[in-house]
């Protein structure tokens, strides 16, 4: 296999998770936590003594997901991944959620690209790192504003989806020593 099949292939796998992440994201905001909160979000601990409804683990994968599509297929499928990513969130999000989430998915995710691109090409942890940080906050608070009209979760919110990049980051880095080495390139 030749080294653009294999990085397509790849490209193609990252597309499949982040695609994945949307419909896991919604569904277990209504089914997975430590306690569900009366018409409202499954919540689940983030820190000690702070809590955030459960989806945003997934959501802080989908963000890594984001800027790994775009190095693999480049920016039209990363920009194509949104809008589907968007349209998906809102069929498959419960349907008090549909707004905040269609909302806050499509413009985190096209923060995090706008921060994303230029980058990227100084350095791709960086890239990751810093875009990751814009977009957990665009979600977290364009989401909760318009679900909730609180902010209770915030903090809850941005720790969660922080964890998915922070654990995402060494694996960023080796996955860019490993592009080296086989001569992968930047979509």
């Given amino acids: 296999m030749n080294t653009q099949t294999a990085q397509r292939i790849e490209g193609l796998l990252y597309l499949g998770m982040f695609v994945a992440c949307i419909p896991l994201a919604n569904w277990m905001i209504g089914n997975v936590g430590t306690f569900c909160v009366p018409n409202g979000p499954c919540v689940i601990p983030v820190a000690p003594g702070i809590s955030a409804p459960s989806g945003v683990v997934v959501i802080g994968a989908a963000l890594v997901l984001r800027d790994l599509v775009q190095r693999r297929l480049g920016l039209a499928w990363a920009v194509g991944a949104i809008l589907a990513g968007a349209v998906l969130s809102g069929f498959v999000a419960p349907p008090a959620l549909v707004l905040a989430s269609v909302v806050a998915f499509a413009l985190s995710e096209f923060a995090d690209l706008a921060v ?72």
């Avoid at 979600?139 to 995402?168: M, P």
Wanted: glycine fraction near 8%; charge should be positive; hydrophobic fraction near 55%.
């Fill in 116 to 187: 994303y691109t230029p980058l990227q090409k100084r350095s791709l942890l960086l890239a990751v790192a810093a875009s990751g940080v814009v977009g957990i906050l665009a979600d977290s608070l364009l989401f909760l504003s318009l679900a909730f009209g609180s902010l209770d979760f915030f903090w809850g919110q941005v720790i969660g989806k922080s964890w998915a990049l922070v654990l995402a980051l060494p694996l960023v880095h080796l996955l860019r020593k490993r592009d080296a080495r086989l001569g992968f390139q930047p979509a």
